[in-house]
């Protein structure tokens, strides 16, 4: 899916009427296909971008177009079936604890499937190879009959990027899809989702914290700072002083290191009952 940005504010909806913009006149060109992260300091608007590319957040000024569409200019039923064709996965995804991991995974397929056989999915899923395949490419293939609440908040992370996989989109965004990993885990799902959006065709836009992961795994880069365009480069041309201006005020953030292991989920304590 081809993604064009055109001087676009956006402002979330629960923002202050005297708060600055998160997002403040960018202009911006994806190609069909290509891969791009995102990088900056918190609170550069890396997250609201995506929620614009999402349909999620409508442009306050400017104009989005998704492969010529501008979705807020189009009927409400064919902006559902354009919303069908992205995939957002948050950095915290959205799992139901009880529920078992197989049927987590699959929800990403509910906008191509229909109601009864959404609702079906739930109690008898179907396309169970499908889920196991996109969970093995995360390491995660042994977990596919587990509950959600049984996973560590790493692998939670992970079922997240494993639905994506199974999404039928044309364009995946992808939010800050490392912060429950470890260094070696990291590199495992950043791969797994460059290498599966490139056998399809799709197009990914990843926001990352992990600046060396970013430029070791994408070939184009965009920096944002206070809602704004830094550069837009190949990775091979951001060099140590960009970064430096980039994260000016926020060097903590471009040298802090990667967690070293996997958050654990979290777990209520046990209570301890005496009869008496």
């Known amino acids: 899916m081809q993604i064009r940005l055109e001087n676009v504010a956006a402002r979330h909806p629960a923002a202050r009427r ?41 442009p306050s000024s400017g104009s989005l177009q998704l492969s010529g569409r501008d979705p807020w200019q189009l009927p ?30 699959l929800a990403g397929r509910l906008p191509h499937i229909g109601l009864w056989q959404s609702v079906r999915s739930l109690f008898y899923p179907t396309a169970i190879a499908q889920a196991d395949a996109a969970l093995a490419r995360f390491d995660l293939s042994d977990k596919l009959f587990d509950r959600v609440d049984r996973l560590s908040g790493g692998e939670r992370q992970r079922v997240g990027l494993a639905r994506a996989l199974v999404a039928d989109a044309s364009l995946l965004l992808v939010d800050e899809p490392l912060s429950a990993l470890d260094p070696t885990r990291g590199q495992q799902a950043v791969a797994s989702l460059t290498e599966a959006a490139r056998e399809r065709g799709a197009t990914l836009v990843c926001t990352l914290h992990h600046v060396e992961m970013a430029l070791r795994n994408f070939p184009r880069i965009i920096g944002l700072r206070d809602g704004e365009l830094a ?40 209570v301890v009952m005496h009869c008496r």
């Open 18 to 58: 005297d708060a600055a913009a998160a997002l403040r006149g960018l202009s911006l060109q994806v190609a069909a296909g290509e891969q791009i992260a995102v990088i900056g300091p918190s609170g550069a608007g890396k997250t609201t971008l995506l929620h614009v590319l999402a349909c999620a957040l409508p």
């Open 231 to 270: 550069f837009d480069l190949p990775a091979a041309d951001v060099t140590p002083e960009r970064l430096q201006a980039l994260y000016a005020q926020h060097l903590h953030e471009l040298t802090g290191p990667a967690p070293s292991e996997e958050l654990p989920a979290a777990v209520s304590p046990h």
């Open 76 to 105: 409400r039923r064919q902006l559902q079936r354009l919303r069908g064709e992205l995939f957002l996965a948050p950095q915290v995804p959205p799992l139901p604890p009880r529920q078992r991991v197989v049927t987590s995974v």
